[in-house]
T-cell receptor
Framework: EPEVTQTPSHQVTQMGQEVILRCVPI?????FYWYRQILGQKVEFLVS????????KSEIFDDQFSVERPDGSNFTLKIRSTKLEDSAMYFC???????????FGSGTRLTVV | GDSVTQMEGPVTLSEEAFLTINCTYT??????LFWYVQYPGEGLQLLLK?????DKGSNKGFEATYRKETTSFHLEKGSVQVSDSAVYFC???????????FGQGTRLTINP
């Protein structure tokens, strides 16, 4: 069964550093998403991406965050100048259409120290 | 705003017990409703869904019925197995929207 692949599975970074979280969505999917889950809290929507642009974003997704689909297969989330409160599990997802269910990756656990 | 509330966990049951995980929602309009499951070390997997009132979603012995009158989508299974141990998330998606709104998740542990 097709999978969404996320790398790395765990990343530790120092406060103030930039991190890039990587995702390979399912190849024929058109819609891409990032969600995060701070430990013990709800899974929260960050951003959706379609046709090479952001289609929706939450208030969490401020100027510190950016997304990119650099080469037609990868989908990346960049966090500039990380803060301690950015520590969370970040999930990538993709779907074939806006009305289909998502396929999620297994997540990247980001720890900011 | 739109939100999903799940019963507090963790929930611990014995094998073959009956399972109910409560989920209620607040939303404008008529959302689609979902249950996702996360097994240890894995991503979120769609377990079942319902797109309109009175629809029943079912998969792997799990069922949930979309109840508009009580704004609920409770997850049930008649006889749980150890392999059902996971975290279960209830979620909604508004009509025309792309994003999912999740509940806080309920950790289920089934003992042999």
């Amino acid at each position: 069964e097709p999978e969404v692949t996320q790398t790395p599975s765990h990343q530790v970074t120092q406060m103030g550093q930039e991190v890039i979280l990587r995702c390979v969505p399912i190849s024929n999917h058109l819609y891409f998403y990032w969600y995060r889950q701070i430990l013990g809290q709800k899974v929260e929507f960050l951003v959706s991406f379609y046709n090479n642009e952001i289609s929706e974003k939450s208030e969490i997704f401020d100027d510190q965050f950016s997304v990119e689909r650099p080469d037609g297969s990868n989908f990346t989330l960049k966090i500039r100048s990380t803060k301690l409160e950015d520590s969370a599990m970040y999930f990538c997802a993709s779907s074939g259409s806006a009305n289909y269910g998502y396929t999620f990756g297994s997540g990247t656990r980001l720890t900011v120290v | 705003g739109d939100s999903v509330t799940q019963m507090e966990g963790p929930v611990t049951l014995s094998e073959e017990a009956f399972l109910t995980i409560n989920c209620t929602y607040t939303a404008t309009g008529y959302p689609s409703l979902f249950w996702y499951v996360q097994y240890p070390g894995e991503g979120l997997q769609l377990l079942l869904k319902a797109t309109k009132a009175d629809d029943k979603g079912s998969n792997k012995g799990f069922e949930a019925t979309y109840r508009k009158e009580t704004t609920s989508f409770h997850l049930e299974k008649g006889s749980v197995q150890v392999s059902d141990s996971a975290v279960y998330f209830c979620a909604l998606r508004l009509q025309g929207a792309q994003k999912l709104v999740f509940g806080q998740g309920t950790r289920l542990t089934i003992n042999p």
